[in-house]
């Protein structure tokens, strides 16, 4: 059945749902309309906890009971072709959709590399999509020698989490010398792989998988320095690459990175077409270098400026650039990077000042529960703004990001961070004489 | 021994410390004393834990060894007169200290209001004191019947700390008809009030103690509606008053407000005495108004102004007012608040938007541990700048406040916090899409 809207999204993830909130927040009398290919999906940041935190695997489905809610439209269809001049998108049913201002939300593919062997069954790439990761998930419970290549974020959550299933065996493989090495300086990769060596998972720093080994199934890997691996199954979490073709075929511009071309307010250059989230090129804030950044809260910050401002500009804040922020939780360990590293900085020219700072996480730290908290600032030498941070502590260290995260995007200088005043609490903070965000900028203010 | 020093500082709380610590950071080669008169301190927020969270009372003690360490001279005496002719400080042991620089930080006293009987034994006023603060827990702990006079943080937390303890009743008295009404709205007081009522207090709110009753030890309370409660100890936790005889007696001047007058260097009316924490003049962020705000916080963020400009202005960043910022945990509830409430800003005078929301602060709902979480932000409506907030979950939210206050010290524009980037885990905050902040602000601008 063809379908006459006004606002159309394809896509059904967070950038896909944020743009058809956002827009019917913005314009309550707009036909809104979304079509998706899967017609079950997840909460992408909890597909790792759906092998063993989460009782139910169902308890992390993306439902869409709240767009309907609001009389968005929701239709299972995946879109195969735009046709910018007569303004429709064509569904794989056949079906025409007509819009007026189309936004594409429609995200990423996992990465598979040309490894020989990698199409063999048991090698998993990760996919948003329920009905196969609840097979996964039942294949994987039932099996012993579990490996997990890529340790980025995603992969080291896998890891963390499958680690904790009774009588597994998990080894990581990364081809870097660290795991998480794109978002933290090494010091605190390190605490990274000594909480994961602590579940007892294996890690392969610095090894390449060369081949998968085994008939129709995956049996083992040989890796680069010869050894051969026992497998029963393998998640792939080496990446993901921008889902552009569509957009591609219908001719819009693809700029210089991986992504759609877009402005800062998500338009691509098609004025009626706005493209938000992990198939949307983005810059890095401070850089301003295309960068391969594919988070939730990126894609959803995005998805708020591009629903906001489809039909004219009506929120005055455009899209400043990612700065690639994110928290990571490893058995009990937080982890939370912003802006860039101490590493990335220097590799891109700035003269940079360090600050880092390290104590408890509530006062006195003889307190029940407390933690060791690590933070690590980056500041311009010259203007003396915050560039980057990292944290490593305890549960509070989730939102401690958010604090630096907050001084980044409002480009804060280190005197105001020296000078902050915080709420501080014996249960739920470090000390007001030793907050670390103010201690981390004082070390560093002392060194410009 | 008489003494001569370059910077003299007074006091010994958290104030005293950082201005010393900042001050032997950006000025190394001074010597620095510091003079305290009460032998044995204590963290001053860790007071009411030291009740029953903390195994021992000595874990809460501040020592001084971290400022010997650094060469900073600590002198047991009382001040008790300034000769700014002749730039010395007398002590009660008749010794004499010069000094080139002075820094007042002598705090604050408990307020010990006029009702008859309340110098009475077993009616505690809270002292910054070791000694005196573990006969008041021994006592307190072969009792069965406490009061707690008065229904701001400090009270609060006695209560709920005190409750933990066996066999013991404790009722608490305020007399504004809702406890923490100087810092969160109406909804908030009341979910703290809900809280510690399920931790067994008995709330008194709207409720005046006229009376205390017994001969020479407290036996009993006489209360305004003419009841007569029986009680063992009595805690008052009605507030406290800037310590500023020494200073007025030395002449110095008090501006308008009840502290010591200070410029935006926490300079007095004298150009080699600086003034910092309770004892100093504080003014609201916003309001400009004087503040009689007495949060650590505040205190170390003048002491870290004071100590980098005693000599010479080296950290351009002025004091630009308190924002009133600080967190509790009532029995595994914490509250958080920052700036302006509703109340207190439509009371200046203020025209407001108000954003709220309401949520998990783990995705999904359905992870262990996960607790809700409730934002409320105030913008004003003509600038659309942040001007108060207030945040009530689980441990996170203490450090949520913490984003909310950054904003408040940046004054940054609803539109900007509308499209916040910022770190979601599924284990550490709410999804993305409903990231509280960000969605309070959203409901905020709605509003505009």
Known sequence: MDSDTEILILGAGPAAIVSAFTAHTYYPD???????????????????????????????????????????????????????????????SNNVYSYEKLIIAVGSNPIIPPIPGIDKQGVYPI????????????????????LIVGGGFIGVEFADEISKMEGVNVSLAEIQPQILSNSFDAEFCLLAQKKLEESGVRMLTGTKVMEFLGNETVQAVRLDNGEELKVDSVILGIGAIPNTKMAFDAGLDSGRGQGIWVDEYMRTSDPDILAVGDCAGKK?????????????????????????????????????????????????L???????????????????????TEGSDKHPGSLPGSQNVKIKLIF??????????QVCGGISAGEIINIIGMAIQQRVA???????????????????????????????????
């Open 284 to 332: 890095d804030f401070y850089t301003r270098r295309n960068a391969a950044v594919m988070l939730a809260s990126t894609a959803t910050a995005e998805a708020r400026i591009a629903g906001a401002n489809i039909y004219q500009l009506k929120v005055v804040r455009e899209n400043k650039g990612t700065i690639a922020i994110y928290a990571t939780y490893i058995n009990g």
């Open 127 to 146: 996919y948003k999509d329920m009905t196969y990761l609840r097979k996964v998930i039942d294949k994987i419970k039932s099996q012993k020698n579990i």
């Open 30 to 92: 707009k036909k809104i309309t979304l079509i998706k290919d899967i017609p079950k999906g997840v909460i992408p940041c909890g597909i790792p906890y759906m092998f063993s935190s989460l009782a139910d695997p169902e308890d992390n489905k993306m439902g869409t009971q709240p767009l309907e809610a609001k009389g968005i439209e929701v239709i299972i269809d995946k879109a195969i072709k735009i046709d910018r001049q007569n303004k429709t998108v064509q569904g794989s």
């Open 334 to 356: 937080v982890l939370g990077s912003a802006g860039l590293t101490e590493i990335s900085a220097k590799k891109e020219g700035f003269e940079i000042v360090v600050g880092q």
């Open 380 to 389: 311009s030498r010259q203007s003396g703004i915050i560039m980057g941070g």
């Open 414 to 448: 280190i005197s105001e961070l020296e000078t902050l005043q915080m709420a501080t609490h014996p249960y739920l903070t470090a000390a007001p004489t030793k907050y670390p965000v103010v201690l981390a900028a004082q070390d560093a203010l002392t060194k410009m």
